[in-house]
């Protein structure tokens, strides 16, 4: 799939190109009950999954505005500046990552990337990086303004409005495509920006399912709901067609993964051909096994899992586990 022209095309049209597949994995289809993947992971090889989604409209202004530098944060592995870059050396805008912490000596595999990319990398103090990583304050973004002409602010992680507005796509897309024939949009939450896009582009009939990889996020719950607010011109019932599953964390962004969680990640890439990331699909598919366990879904019930990608996060786990 090709994203280049990228604006020339509708998000919708791209949303639309998307494979449904159905797979064979026990824990679910052992219980009757249908699993579609969502291969959002496949719509291209860099600037993949939700994160594609969420930049759609926050980058349209960098590349209709002769090209004007765009800035965001995140941590050493990050998935959303790893696109970021990706976006801005495919269109032509300059990017800058302000990444959390000091500057280590041998950067990770995500800011080598981004690095090779064009990206300028920053790296921030974990209480600077605090202060301004989900809204900027006045003095950061003026300061920086001034070395980078009509720098453009993404919060951390992409989240926000326009975020949600792109991940809308997703849900209207799977709608189309699957002719509405669906219980259930699953996903996994970090910042719950694709989570609440879901929901406002979901039929209210149906229920998306987002599983938090957080460890102590906060308020998150709130935060969705601010967002899927913001979007829905109508009050709107907090979890009317979604949910927020927290608990299967396993220890938040960790890199030890439990044994259990390494096990079914081998096993849910060898019975459906399919690649998992450690951080975020891995977590929901887990999360789908064991809801299915406890009796959550009826059999028949058919669910359909969007694969958010974050696949570049393998790199680095892959010399850890021993296959
Ligand atoms: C960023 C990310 C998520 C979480 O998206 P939010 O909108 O922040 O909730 C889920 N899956 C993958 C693979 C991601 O990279």
């Known amino acids: 799939m090709t994203l280049v022209p990228i604006i ?3 998000l919708l049209n791209i949303a639309l190109q998307v494979q449904h597949q159905s797979v064979d994995w026990a824990p679910l289809t052992g219980r009757g009950i249908e699993l579609i993947v969502r291969r959002d992971d496949e719509i291209d090889l860099s600037l993949s999954g939700n994160k594609f989604y969420k930049l759609f409209f926050s980058i349209k202004p960098a590349i209709t505005n ?3 530098p765009v800035a965001s944060f995140g941590g050493a592995y990050s998935n959303h500046l790893y696109a970021l870059a990706a976006a801005g050396a495919r269109f032509g805008f300059s990017t800058v990552g302000f990444v959390r912490g000091e500057r280590p000596q041998h950067l990770s595999p995500t800011l080598r990337y981004c690095v090779e990319q064009g990206m300028r990398l920053e790296f921030l103090s974990r209480s600077i990086y605090r202060e301004n990583a989900s809204a900027p304050t006045p003095s950061f973004v003026a300061h920086w303004q001034e070395q980078f002409a009509h720098l453009l602010f993404i919060a951390e992680g992409g989240a ?4 949600a507005q792109g991940a809308s796509y997703i849900a209207r897309a799977t709608e189309l495509a699957l002719n509405g024939q669906f219980d259930y949009l699953a996903v996994a939450v970090g910042t719950g920006t694709t989570l609440a896009g879901l929901a406002t582009g979901l039929a209210t009939s149906k ?4 599983v938090s990889v957080l460890k102590g996020s906060g308020d998150l719950a709130g935060k969705v709901n601010d967002l899927v607010v913001s979007q829905t011109p109508v009050s709107c019932v907090q979890g009317a067609n979604y949910r927020l599953i927290e608990g299967f964390h396993a220890g938040g962004y960790a ?3 439990p044994q259990r969680l390494i096990k079914q990640w081998r096993e849910f890439e060898t019975q459906t051909g399919i690649l998992l990331d450690p951080v975020y699909t891995l977590k929901l598919v887990v999360a789908l096994g064991d809801l299915a366990q406890l009796g959550y879904f009826k059999k028949n019930e058919r669910i359909v899992m969007v694969h958010s990608g974050g696949l570049q996060g393998r790199c680095g786990f892959e010399s850890v586990i021993d296959w």
Request: no cysteine; charged share 20%.
């Open 66 to 68: 002769n090209a004007i």
């Open 8 to 10: 020339d095309h509708g």
């Open 255 to 257: 890199k030890k993964l």
């Open 207 to 210: 229920m998306v399912l987002g």
């Open 160 to 163: 926000g409005v326009a975020a």
